[in-house]
């Protein structure tokens, strides 16, 4: 990968299959983004990736770089909550300028991205924790435990099953990939479906 970045943007190289080549149609060194065919590459090192997620921004606080977040969710083909986050980010950092520590969970399919702005501002904040919260720190909370969430007054719930690994929910939901992604700030945990809240049990209602 470093080699690549020292490339550049256009350089061309030969693949396996014939005469076929990929392009790097983007390099960015400094802000340690690379696109390949137009493609955010998942197998760029992890480490330069997570450690780019949070600067300095000057201020004393680590502030978490959502604009990176957004572009891993969607390399990791967690696109429609990604395109959610994005959409209604700059109303949660108005609420939250100095939020340091996240816990995002991400589910891979997201009805609620076509729903009207200001549900989808709730749903989304329904999945962010302000604190990092590891998988394994989840699994050692009690059952019916309830986690503050950035939406006022709505909270998520550990259901814990009788097998911890193969048994942790959150609101009923799985944990289908602990850590997706992991920095000293942030983490992200892959969930098999959105959480549902009782307001809104439905986007299609």
Request: hydrophobic share 45%; net charge neutral.
């Amino acid at each position: 990968m470093e080699d690549v970045f020292k490339k550049p943007q256009g350089s061309c190289f030969p693949t396996l299959v014939g005469q076929k080549k990929l392009a790097a149609t983007r390099i960015d060194e400094k802000e340690r983004l690379l696109e390949i065919n137009h493609v955010l590459p998942i197998q760029a090192p992890i480490c330069d990736a997570i450690s780019n997620l949070v600067s300095d921004a000057n201020d004393p606080k680590i502030i978490v770089e959502w604009t990176r977040i957004i572009h891993l969710l969607s390399s990791h083909r967690i696109v429609l909550f990604a395109i959610g986050l994005n959409s209604v980010i700059n109303r949660i950092l108005a609420d939250h300028q100095s939020l340091s520590s996240v816990t995002i969970f991400a589910p891979s399919e997201f009805e609620y991205v076509a729903s009207s702005s200001p549900m989808l501002e709730k749903i989304v904040r329904f999945h962010i924790l302000p604190p990092r919260v590891t998988y394994i720190e989840l699994a050692a909370l009690p059952h019916k435990q309830r986690l503050m969430t950035l939406l006022p007054y709505e909270d998520l719930m550990i259901i814990n099953g009788a097998n911890v690994i193969q048994g942790l929910s959150i609101n009923g939901v799985e944990i289908a990939a602990p850590e997706i992604f992991s920095s000293r700030k942030l983490i992200v945990h892959g969930i098999s479906q959105a959480f549902e809240m009782a307001k809104f049990p439905s986007a299609s209602r």
